[in-house]
C-alpha cells in the first residue's frame, strides 16, 4: 500500500507576493492512475516539484503517514520524467543501465532488467545508438526507460509527450498504458490535454490558478462538473452554461423555461439567479413542434470527424446560445429544431462562485 497526502500545501516563488500554489488537500490513498490537468501555468510542475522533494513549500507532505518535510529525493522511492527529456551523451543502453549502475545486484541481472525494459518500450533496436542524437520521440522514451528502470512506487511523468509530434504522441501514449497496467504503482501524470488524462488516469486533479478545482474520477468530472470551469474545460465542446432565474417555481431563461430539477429545489427556492451546465452530448432533438421541445435555430454546423457534428444554435428569440454534439444527420444550417433538455442531465451552479450547488 502506498499513499501520498498533501495538506494545506501553498507555494509561493517571490517569498509570499504571489502563490503558485493555494492550499492544496490532496490524497492519492493507493497505487493507481492520477493526472494534473490545467492550462498552462495553473501550478502543475510547481505541486509535481514538491511531491518530488525538490520546491520548498509551506503546509505537509506526507507519504504513507510519513512527513516528507526533510526527506531528500533520492530517499523519496521516486522517478520522474521531465517535459523536455535528460538523456546523457552515452549510448541508450548506457542511459538504461546508469540509474542502477551502483545497485547491488549482479551485472546479469541488470542487463536483464535492461532488455526488459528496451523491450517493453520498443528500444532494443536502438540500445547501441547515441541517446542524445536520437529524435525527439525516442529520446523521451529513453528518458521514460531510465525512470522506469529505477522500479521506483512514484513515477511522475511532467507533461512527457507534449514535444513530439501527434503520431509518435499516439504510440507512446499506448506504451505509457501498457506500463500503467503492468506496474504496481502511483502514476501523477501531468498534462494540460484532456484526452491525454482521460487515457492515462483513473483519477483527475482539475487545477486552475493554484488550485485544485475538483479532484475526482474522470466519470464524475464529466457527468458532474463541480465547478463550471471544470464543466468548460472539460469536453469539446465544453458544457453549455446558460444564465437564469427563478419564476413561479420554474427556470426561467428568457425565451424558454424548465422545470427544477429536484435536488436543486431547494438551493433554488433561496436564490432567485443561477447558472446552468448542459453537456451538449446531452440534448435530444426534433424536427417538428413537440411538448417540452423548444424552438431553437441552427445557425452553423462544424464537422467533429467520424460523423460527430457539432450544432451551433440560437434561441427562438436570440437570448440564448448552445452548442450540441451529436451526429443529426438530418439537420442543416439555417434550420429550425426543437430541443428537449432532459432534466436529469442539467446541473445547477451559484451565480457567482460558480460551484454545484447540489
Ligand atoms: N522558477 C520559477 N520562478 C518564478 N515563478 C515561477 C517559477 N516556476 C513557475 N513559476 C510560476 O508559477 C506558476 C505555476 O507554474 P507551473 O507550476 O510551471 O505551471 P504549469 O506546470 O501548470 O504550467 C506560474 O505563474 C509560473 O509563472
Ligand atoms: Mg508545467
Redesign the pocket.
Known amino acids: 500500500m502506498s499513499s501520498i497526502e498533501l495538506k494545506n500545501v501553498s507555494c509561493s ?1 517571490d517569498g509570499g507576493k504571489t502563490y ?1 500554489l493555494k492550499n492544496i488537500d490532496m490524497s492519492m490513498d493507493k497505487e493507481g492512475r492520477y493526472s494534473l490537468l ?1 492550462p ?7 505541486l509535481l516539484k514538491i511531491i518530488a522533494g525538490i520546491l520548498e513549500y509551506e503546509g505537509e507532505v506526507f507519504f504513507n503517514g510519513e512527513n516528507m518535510r526533510d526527506v531528500p529525493i533520492e530517499e523519496r522511492d521516486i522517478a520522474m520524467v521531465f517535459q523536455s527529456p535528460v538523456v546523457y551523451p552515452m549510448t541508450v543502453y548506457d542511459n538504461l543501465i546508469f540509474p542502477i549502475r551502483r545497485k547491488n545486484s549482479s551485472m546479469k541481472e541488470k542487463e536483464k532488467k535492461v532488455q526488459e525494459i528496451a523491450d517493453l518500450l520498443g528500444l532494443g533496436s536502438i540500445l547501441k545508438a547515441q541517446a542524445h542524437k536520437l529524435g525527439p520521440a525516442e529520446m523521451q522514451t529513453v528518458a521514460l526507460g531510465r525512470s522506469l528502470i529505477k522500479d521506483a512506487k512514484i513515477l511522475l511523468l511532467d507533461e512527457p509527450l507534449t514535444s513530439i509530434e501527434a503520431e509518435k504522441r499516439l504510440i507512446l501514449r499506448t506504451k505509457i498504458k501498457r506500463i500503467q497496467e503492468e506496474e504496481q504503482k502511483i502514476f501523477i501524470y501531468v498534462t494540460h490535454d484532456q484526452t491525454e488524462a482521460l487515457t492515462l488516469s483513473d483519477k483527475i486533479a482539475v487545477m486552475d490558478d493554484g488550485r485544485i478545482v475538483q479532484f475526482d474520477t474522470k466519470e464524475r468530472i464529466y457527468d458532474r462538473p463541480a465547478h463550471l470551469f471544470v464543466g468548460y474545460f472539460m469536453g469539446s465542446p465544453g458544457m453549455n452554461i446558460l444564465e437564469g432565474k427563478v419564476k413561479a417555481g420554474r427556470m426561467h431563461f428568457r425565451d424558454f423555461e424548465l422545470p427544477i430539477p429536484p435536488e436543486y429545489k431547494e438551493y433554488l427556492a433561496k436564490h432567485g439567479e443561477f447558472k446552468l451546465g448542459m453537456r451538449p452530448e446531452n440534448f435530444i432533438f426534433s424536427k417538428t413542434e413537440k411538448k417540452d421541445f423548444f424552438l431553437f435555430n441552427c445557425i452553423d454546423i462544424q464537422e467533429k470527424g467520424e460523423g460527430v457534428r457539432v450544432l451551433y444554435l440560437k434561441s427562438k428569440d436570440g437570448y440564448n446560445e448552445l452548442k450540441a454534439v451529436g451526429t443529426f444527420a438530418d439537420i442543416k444550417a439555417g434550420e429550425k429544431v426543437w430541443v428537449h433538455f432532459p432534466i436529469e442531465e442539467l446541473r445547477v451552479y451559484d451565480k457567482k462562485s460558480e460551484q454545484i450547488v447540489a
Do not use: V
Not at 498552462?40 to 510547481?46: E, L, N, R, V
Open positions: 516563488y503558485a490545467g498552462s501555468g495553473c501550478g502543475k510542475t510547481t
